[in-house]
């Protein structure tokens, strides 16, 4: 089974930003649609964006729009995204999750491999 690891969190300020990446363990990941999703203390965990296999279909939450942007290298196995602008609410555990769907969905049960998380704090 694939396995992914992000990598990229750590603490910002306000206004700065962070590209978080995350490697998948095949090479059946082109395969995969892809997600970012995180999960604040206290909060259920929500959708940040997701592509689809080719990385030609985008999907980005309404908190994030215009701000994170998501993409994928298959070559490298490897999917990013790269947060601007970011401000303390963003503050939470990012997570990447693999989708044997063809599109980009945005349910977590869509997804049925997921990495271990990387925190990703923002100070005011």
């Known amino acids: 089974q694939v396995q992914l690891v992000e990598s990229g969190g750590g603490l910002v300020q306000t206004g700065g930003s962070l590209r978080l990446s995350c490697l998948a363990s095949?090479?059946?990941?082109?395969?995969?649609?892809m997600g970012w999703f995180r999960q604040a203390p206290g909060k259920e965990r929500e959708v940040v964006a997701t592509?689809?296999?080719?990385?030609?279909?985008?999907y980005y939450s309404d908190s994030v729009k215009g701000r994170f942007t998501i993409s994928r290298d298959n070559a490298k196995n490897t999917v990013y995204l790269q947060m601007d602008s970011l401000k303390p609410e963003d503050t939470a555990v990012y997570y990447c999750?693999?989708?044997?769907?063809?599109?980009?969905?945005?349910?977590?049960?869509?997804?049925?491999?997921w990495g271990q998380g990387t925190q990703v704090t923002v100070s005011s």
């Open positions: 592509i689809s296999r080719s990385g030609r279909n985008t």
């Open positions: 095949e090479r059946t990941f082109s395969t995969a649609a």
């Open positions: 999750a693999a989708s044997g769907s063809s599109y980009a969905p945005i349910n977590a049960y869509e997804y049925a491999v």
